[in-house]
């Protein structure tokens, strides 16, 4: 279990180490995201194999159901499968249901060796933490301890699963788990194992669209479970190239050269391995944009 934080003593009290509780609650946060994007992956691995609309065609409860019909018309194009479009809640609800758990359970066995009721126990507590962190409440430093343990039980009970299947990554390389900005898109994203490439549409309602003299700020998170110091992110603007930025923050302002129906982000995550999933990095996101004109 990871709990580097960058420094010697990583819950000493920050007037000793320099390393504030805003640094703290973003660790927290991309354990509990990448946990929870791995609890996403079992889930659809699982039913996936059944039919493709598994949750709105399934025998799961009809506000289930209705919800996540619902959610998909409301932000069409930003969700590629359906348990993406359910809630935290939903989803331990589907995990932790006595007469699903079978489906799941040499997957969650080294993280809840005693069933469902124990699942349900650990997901809820880690429930409380992470939408503690991620509606910008305040958490205890113990909370986001517990957090990141809790975070990592699961996401490392999964990868185990997967790699006693052999469905471990055949390229083992960092990717991106989430990109969000600040216009209010913010979306968890799912390494394919197939290609590098993934687009994310933002271009089309009800994502907002630029203007001339707004400021872009776009930013990816890789997966918390690759240490920070084995891969590099670029960024560059792909529809007018202004060359290859470096970090995983893109910030860009918006002028009228940039008015048109899509406008290109793109990011790259590039390991120090001396090969690459793709041919010159190992995981790569387009974000599309929208820039209209101003009136006439």
């Not at 194009?77 to 007469?99: K, W, Y």
């Not at 990011?267 to 004109?293: E, T």
Request: glycine content about 6%.
């Amino acid at each position: 279990m990871n709990l580097d934080y960058g420094v010697t003593d990583p819950f000493a009290p920050a007037s000793q180490v320099g390393f504030g509780g805003e640094a703290r609650t973003v660790h927290a946060r991309r354990h509990t995201d990448s946990a929870e994007a791995w609890l996403r992956l079992l889930v659809h691995r699982k039913l996936s194999p059944t039919r493709q609309n598994y949750i709105t065609e399934g025998t799961w409860k009809q506000a289930l159901r209705d919800h996540v019909a619902a959610r998909y018309l409301a932000n069409l194009g930003q969700f590629s499968r359906e348990i993406d479009a359910t809630t935290f809640d939903q989803l331990i609800d589907m995990v932790c249901h006595p007469n699903h758990w079978s489906a799941w359970s040499e997957a969650l066995d080294e993280a809840y060796p005693n069933g469902p009721k124990e699942a349900r126990v650990f997901l809820e507590r880690l429930q409380v933490i992470r939408n503690a962190v991620a509606h910008g409440r305040m958490a205890s430093e113990r909370d986001l301890e517990r957090a990141v343990c809790y975070a990592n039980d699961l996401a490392d009970s999964i990868k185990s699963y997967f790699g006693r299947l052999g469905l471990e990554r055949e390229f083992n390389v960092p990717t991106v788990v989430r990109a969000y900005d600040n216009l209010g898109n913010d979306i968890h994203v799912v390494a394919d194992p197939n290609y590098s490439y993934r687009p994310i549409d933002f271009s089309s309602p009800p994502a907002r669209s630029l203007s001339p003299g707004d400021t872009l700020i776009a930013e990816v998170e890789v997966d918390p479970t690759y240490a920070a110091g084995t891969y590099d992110v670029v960024w560059r603007v792909k529809t007018h190239d202004i060359g290859l930025q470096q970090g995983s923050k893109a910030i860009l302002a918006i002028t009228e050269r940039h008015i048109g129906a899509r406008l290109e982000i793109q990011f790259k995550v590039v390991s120090h391995l001396d090969w690459h999933k793709g041919s010159d990095a190992d995981d790569v996101i387009d974000l599309y944009y929208r820039v209209r004109p101003p009136p006439a």
